[in-house]
């Protein structure tokens, strides 16, 4: 399975499906440590998380939030876990990229005035 981001990129929230989370985190921008193991493990923060399936990150927040765990315990943190499909990477496309946005469109003329 390919997935959209890799260790160390710098991502935003794109979809937020519930989760640990209290409010809406879309828009986010989190840096991307690692995968999931896939049995309990402690976050970054000593905190024990839900295993991930593959396609889920151990995150670290650009800011604190506030999160609730499966015992109903809320607390302010930067660390926690997020599925691969809910993020965009934001990283630099390399020397040859292309904009698609000119592919599509005409290239511009200068226009002459009488």
């Known amino acids: ?3 959209n981001c890799k260790p160390g990129d710098l991502a935003m929230v794109v979809r ?8 809406d985190c879309r828009g986010l921008l989190l840096h991307v440590l690692h995968l999931a193991p896939t ?4 976050l ?8 991930g399936n593959g396609t889920h990150w151990v995150v670290e ?23 691969d499909a809910n993020l965009r990477p934001i990283r630099d496309p390399g020397d ?7 592919t599509r469109l005409p290239a511009p003329v200068k226009e002459l005035l009488a």
């Open 39 to 42: 049995t309990t493990f402690k």
């Open 1 to 3: 399975m390919k997935l």
């Open 44 to 51: 970054p923060n000593g905190e024990l998380s839900a295993p």
């Open 16 to 23: 937020h499906r519930g989760g640990a989370a209290v409010g």
């Open 96 to 102: 040859d990229a292309v904009d698609e946005t000119l």
């Open 61 to 83: 927040t650009v800011r604190p939030i506030t999160v609730r765990t499966n015992q109903g315990r809320v607390y302010t943190t930067k660390y926690g876990i997020s599925a």
